[in-house]
């Protein structure tokens, strides 16, 4: 016996004892009317059905039915949204991340169907693969930020991510020298061709790409200032000249109290203009850091030699981006205030400078603990 239809929308088929409910969505973007049909064994299951669907969809809690699944959304995501407005670095951070991880073990989810108990059990496998809590924490917000567009896409009515506990992050242990160690770096890197790139790390705490990004048109030595205004670094093995990694690292830093650091810049200047009247296509890009035919080093490079050189002097291992630190820490012992460190070192905020270095503000922290105490065993006697 044929299906009949015995209200709006809901039919019953007598030889099957069925109620069939047709959900009507509305129209996709080629213009096609969407609707979906679901059985049940009850006339009042259908009913009941039916009016909840109703129901979220006049408070637009319904998105279309589609088929895009995980991977293919990502794929989308990154052509649309990432590529065109995040840099060559970020893409390929997120490009790595989904190609061998996400794709793998979500991918063929149909996006509408997946579960926080899918995106939960996915950061466990990571987990058991080896990866940090760090690492997956970057996969989570990558999902999060990915799902939320599809959300404001109305491609999906909720974020599953919302709802799941994100992985934990890890406080990252950062090695930096004291200040004897960075006197005792600087005497022993004296002379040498990457010398200039060791002491704009420790004394103005640049970041390696900032130091390969340097030009000579941003160094005024006349006035004694650098402006940090390019990078240069290293994307899938391949070298690129880009803008500062944020607006905040564009800054303009003062040395014209560093005669160490001015009259080496200074030399290196001059004999780059020498070089250059012998050979009018040495170094075309004016970059501050080259080669001795004018070749600009490369990011890699720079940072290998670095770890390298440190051993091979018997000092304590640190990396380049460990002068940096180092930079921090110095400015911390010399109790200049955390905004100054913010600005000199180019983060947004001084939260992020909080976050980075809680290790060397945390002493701090213990030096106003310990004069408390102090205080309060003299009975606050000349302490007012």
């Known amino acids: 016996m044929s299906r009949k239809r015995i209200e709006n929308n809901i039919a019953y088929d007598e030889g099957k004892r069925k109620y069939y409910v047709t959900f009507h969505y509305g129209i996709d973007v080629n213009g096609k009317r969407v609707k979906k049909t679901k059985t049940y064994d009850t006339h009042v299951a259908a009913a009941e059905a039916l009016r909840i669907f109703e129901m979220k969809k006049r408070r637009s809690e319904i998105t279309i039915p589609t088929e895009l699944t995980v991977g293919m959304w990502l794929d989308r995501w990154l052509d649309d949204v990432v590529r065109p407005n995040r840099a060559r670095s970020t893409v390929y951070g997120y490009e790595n991340i989904i190609k061998n991880h996400i794709k793998p073990v979500l991918g063929k989810v149909i996006l509408q169907e997946l579960t926080p108990q899918q995106i939960q059990s996915y950061y466990v496998d990571m987990r058991g693969l ?4 760090n690492t997956v924490h970057k996969h989570h917000q990558l999902l999060f930020t990915a799902l939320d567009c599809a959300v404001r896409q109305e491609v999906l009515h909720r974020n599953p991510v919302r709802r799941v506990e994100a992985p934990a992050k890890a406080a990252p242990q950062h090695s930096f020298y004291n200040t004897e160690q960075m006197h005792a770096l600087f005497a022993a890197v004296h002379g040498m061709p990457l010398e200039p790139a060791v002491k704009l790390a420790g004394y103005l705490g640049l970041r390696r790409s900032e130091i390969c990004g340097l030009k000579w048109e941003n160094v005024d030595l006349e006035h004694g200032v650098i402006s940090i205004c390019a990078a240069r670094t290293t994307v899938g093995g391949v070298t690129i000249n880009k803008g500062p990694k944020t607006t905040s690292s564009m800054r303009t830093l003062g040395i014209s109290g560093l005669a160490d650091l001015e009259d ?30 004018g070749q600009p080093y490369a990011p890699d490079y720079v940072s290998g030699w670095f770890t390298k050189f440190v051993a091979e002097q018997g000092l304590p291992h640190l990396t380049l981006h ?25 983060h947004s905020n001084t939260s992020v400078t909080s976050q980075v270095y809680t290790h060397l503000f945390d002493d701090t922290q213990n030096e106003v603990l310990s004069q408390v105490a102090s205080a309060i065993e003299c009975g606050g006697r000349g302490s007012r």
């Open 130 to 133: 080896g990866l940090s809590s």
């Open 264 to 293: 080496m810049l200074r030399s290196m200047k001059a004999e780059q203009a020498l070089k250059r009247e012998k050979k009018p296509n040495y170094n075309p890009d004016n970059f501050v850091l080259v080669h001795a035919n």
């Open 322 to 346: 460990g002068l940096r630190h180092s930079f921090a820490s110095a400015a911390n012992e010399l109790h200049i205030p955390m905004f100054k460190i913010s600005k000199a070192l180019g």
